[in-house]
């Protein structure tokens, strides 16, 4: 996994996790507490991935997905990382053009997993 990563992620905890993981591996990143701050990083940075929690306090996860994928520039691969992880929401999320769908109930390890499986895939 090289270049850049955007945590999109209101828990203060799981923010921290995330970024303990990707300084271990030593990978640039920024965080982004809302849909709003998003906005901003994705323009800002065009990180090649997202990590995207679908509860944010400004906007539904879900709603982020088409825009991030409709940026005028390579869009970036997105992985869902969420605890709203039934059947429908999953499926609704890679309808809307999600790479990856990861449940905030499996080890943070197994996030980077599939991070680092889709980046050579």
């Not at 945590?7 to 990143?29: A, H, N, Q, T």
């Not at 090649?48 to 709603?63: A, R, Y």
Request: glycine share 4%; charged share 25%.
């Amino acid at each position: 996994m090289k270049n850049h990563v955007l945590i999109i992620e209101s828990d203060d905890g799981i923010i921290e996790l995330l970024e303990c993981r990707l300084d271990l591996l030593k990978v640039s990143y920024s965080v982004a507490k809302s849909a709003k701050e998003a906005r901003v990083h994705l323009k800002k940075h065009r990180p090649s991935w997202v990590i995207l929690s679908l509860k944010l306090p400004d906007q539904n996860g879900l709603s982020l997905i088409q825009k991030i994928k409709k940026m005028p520039f390579h869009p970036p691969r997105v992985i869902v990382y969420s605890m709203q992880d039934d059947p429908n929401t999953t499926q609704l999320a890679y309808a809307l053009g999600a790479d990856e769908f990861v449940s905030k109930m499996e080890p943070v390890s197994y996030l980077f997993e599939v991070v680092l499986q889709s980046s050579v895939g």
